[in-house]
């Protein structure tokens, strides 16, 4: 009904940087949030940063300074720009989302949806 696709992982040498996206589609009526999570082997997931559609957004303490999330409403698109990476960045990271979805032209449900992932390595 909604999907999420992620894109822009890889491999980085740390001190470099990755720009991640993450867009979503389908059935929307409208989208009250997105963020990025991360989840290292052996780790749980971890929320990275998050974004309102108001634009409010919050950090992880361990990326502030380093990453920024942003978003596009009209393309439903959020962007995490991760700088001055660290090989303790390393993990998948996944897109998630809480929207409003619709059925016929109106409100059908509330849905929290995750992307499938994309790995982040970061080593030399």
């Known amino acids: 009904q909604v999907q999420l696709v992620e894109s822009g992982g890889g491999l980085v040498q740390p001190g470099g940087s990755l720009r991640l996206s993450c867009a979503a589609s389908g059935s929307i009526l409208s989208i009250n949030a997105m963020g990025w999570y991360r989840q290292a082997p052996g780790k749980e997931r971890e929320l990275v940063a998050g974004?309102?559609?108001?634009?409010?957004?919050n950090y992880a303490d361990s990326v502030k300074g380093r990453f920024t999330i942003s978003s596009d409403n009209a393309k439903n698109t959020v962007y995490l720009q991760m700088n001055s990476l660290k090989p303790e960045d390393t993990a998948v990271y996944y897109c998630?989302?809480?929207?409003?979805?619709?059925?016929?032209?109106?409100?059908?449900?509330?849905?929290?949806?995750w992307g499938q992932g994309t790995l982040v390595t970061v080593s030399s």
């Open positions: 998630n989302a809480n929207v409003a979805s619709v059925y016929e032209g109106v409100l059908d449900r509330y849905l929290e949806v």
């Open positions: 974004i309102t559609s108001g634009g409010s957004a």
